[in-house]
């Protein structure tokens, strides 16, 4: 359903801020069709938890104004979204296609409701299919210096309205200051397995220890390189038959999927990220 608002809130738990919201809402006739909520304690001791809330309800005249001033009055941080805007996505990829063609392909078909708005690529591998599709293919090199790079992906950002950066195996590493231009609008995919390995050639590090997990993880991007809040994770069971070819490709798949999960979270509005280390996802 497109003729709906999507809000979501936060706040210190107390008594009465679910009925507050629900009868504000009541009072346009407005229909609530979800709600999902949730209180997180810092420990066992605590007495005092944060909550967390999720609505979705009928688009109602002059109700998202008086809801604003009610929500605003009452401290409570909170973004409210029109289901019907759909969200702008710019996807940054390198060489591999195998998670750039899922977050594509999940959009072409209707079921990551998302518009992808434009590629962008520091090499030219993947032109082909951002094209084929009528996707802006943009290739910024890599061989600049990073902030005259960065200046140029900004700029095709800002001309194509981007709400959010989706790197798909985008293999450059971004600033402090790009990251900070996109606070929480940027998700990134990794391997992760169990154990987790760094460097060079993580899956050949992963046969040669005898693994029996491949893992990838999804976590909008900050400062700290592959740290941040984590939106979706997922592993895959494997077993002494699997060679590091076989290891390559189901890593593929599970970060392809991963990513892609991720993504949808985001636009339908299921995500909050709780003191920029943790997220709430309502899946």
């Not at 999940?106 to 084929?132: K, L, Q, T, W």
């Not at 991007?221 to 699997?242: A, F, K, M």
Request: charged residues 25%; glycine residues 4%.
């Amino acid at each position: 359903m497109n003729n709906t608002y999507i809000l979501l809130a936060s706040c210190k738990d107390r008594v009465g801020i679910t009925n507050l919201i629900t009868g504000t809402i009541s009072k346009y006739d407005s229909n609530i069709l979800r709600l999902d909520h949730f209180t997180e304690y810092e420990n066992e001791n605590s007495e005092e938890g944060q909550l967390y809330l999720r609505f979705e309800f009928e688009k109602v005249d002059s109700l998202k104004g008086a809801l604003e001033k009610e929500l605003e009055q009452q401290n409570i941080y909170f973004e409210l979204f029109d289901s019907s805007v759909n969200t702008k996505i710019a996807l940054f990829v390198s060489k591999e296609d195998h998670a750039f063609n899922e977050v594509l392909l999940r959009v072409e078909r209707g079921e990551i409701p998302a518009e992808i708005v434009c590629a962008v690529s520091n090499h030219e591998d993947n032109r082909h299919f951002a094209e084929s599709l009528g996707v802006p293919f943009y290739h910024v090199p890599s061989n600049e210096p990073k902030e005259n790079v960065e200046e140029k992906m900004i700029s095709i950002c800002e001309e194509h309205g981007v709400d959010l950066i989706v790197l798909a195996k985008y293999m450059q590493i971004l600033s402090d200051d790009f990251v900070n231009h996109y606070k929480n609008k940027i998700i990134n995919i990794h391997h992760s397995f169990l154990p987790s390995f760094i460097g060079a050639n993580p899956y050949k590090q992963a046969w040669e220890r005898g693994v029996k997990f491949v893992g990838a993880t999804s976590h909008y991007v900050t400062s700290d390189l592959d740290e941040g809040p984590i939106i979706e994770q997922n592993v895959i069971r494997v077993n002494h038959r699997y060679d590091v070819k076989s290891l390559k490709k189901i890593g593929r798949h599970v970060e392809a999927s991963v990513l892609a999960q991720a993504v949808e979270f985001h636009v339908l509005h299921k995500v909050i990220v709780n003191n920029g280390n943790k997220t709430i996802v309502f899946d």
